[in-house]
Antibody, heavy 118, light 110 residues
Framework: EVQLVESGGGLVQPGGSLRLSCAAS????????MHWVRQAPGRGLEYVSAISSNGGSTYYANSVKGRFTISRDNSKNTLYLQMGSLRAEDMAVYYC???????????WGQGTLVTVSS | QSALTQPPSASGSPGQSVTISCTGTSSDVGGYNYVSWYQQHPGKAPKLMIY???KRPSGVPDRFSGSKSGNTASLTVSGLQAEDEADYYC??????????FGTGTKVTVL
């Protein structure tokens, strides 16, 4: 069974840093591009970042460019999101999602909540 | 990249049909056949319902269908059931590894 399990969320002060992880199982992780998508409380979904299957290419939404870094360790079947210079508007549930070739997400994790507050 | 425009809400009685629109531009919805739709129940992760405009993943009832005309995509839920009450989001590829979601539509089963 395909599973994506996020972890690492929590309370962080404005300007602080946090690293999210997404542990994948049940599929060949190294064969798929992976994404982070977030959802602020009571708001819609927002694309955050993506990484190619081999980690050689990374992409970011303008809202996080220069502050967040996406990476992956295919030997550990794990996706990461290093978040820095966090702002109140970064507060959200962060989901990892598996991308299919037709540019859609066929599997999602359960999400991890990031709270940015002093 | 601006979010795709969806109506905030839609509703229908059990057994009826409801159609949700998703309006973008020629740079996203109109430019690619890579529109997908996701269902999200409160407190849950999104679930893929439609991909590549009109394809349905295995396990998704055929009551769900998708289409596209110009810069507007649509999701139709036929034969509404109580469990269809949820938020629905469209998503489109926008080129150069950019993706844009819709604003979301809350579907209520009356």
């Amino acid at each position: 069974e395909v599973q994506l399990v996020e972890s690492g969320g929590g309370l962080v002060q404005p300007g602080g840093s946090l690293r999210l992880s997404c542990a994948a199982s049940g599929f060949t992780f190294s064969s798929y591009a992976m994404h982070w998508v977030r959802q602020a409380p009571g708001r819609g979904l927002e694309y955050v970042s993506a990484i190619s299957s081999n980690g050689g290419s990374t992409y970011y939404a303008n809202s996080v460019k220069g502050r967040f870094t996406i990476s992956r360790d295919n030997s550990k079947n794990t996706l990461y999101l290093q978040m820095g210079s966090l702002r109140a508007e970064d507060m959200a549930v962060y989901y990892c999602a598996r991308e299919r070739g037709g540019h859609y997400y066929d599997r999602w994790g359960q999400g991890t909540l990031v709270t940015v507050s002093s | 990249q601006s979010a795709l425009t969806q109506p905030p809400s839609a509703s229908g009685s059990p057994g009826q049909s409801v159609t949700i629109s998703c309006t973008g531009t020629s740079s996203d919805v109109g430019g690619y056949n890579y529109v997908s739709w996701y269902q999200q129940h409160p407190g849950k992760a999104p679930k893929l319902m439609i991909y590549e405009v009109s394809k349905r993943p295995s396990g998704v009832p055929d009551r769900f269908s998708g289409s596209k005309s110009g810069n507007t995509a649509s999701l139709t839920v036929s034969g509404l059931q109580a469990e269809d009450e949820a938020d629905y989001y469209c998503d489109s590829y926008a080129g150069s590894n950019n993706y844009v979601f819709g604003t979301g539509t809350k579907v209520t089963v009356l």
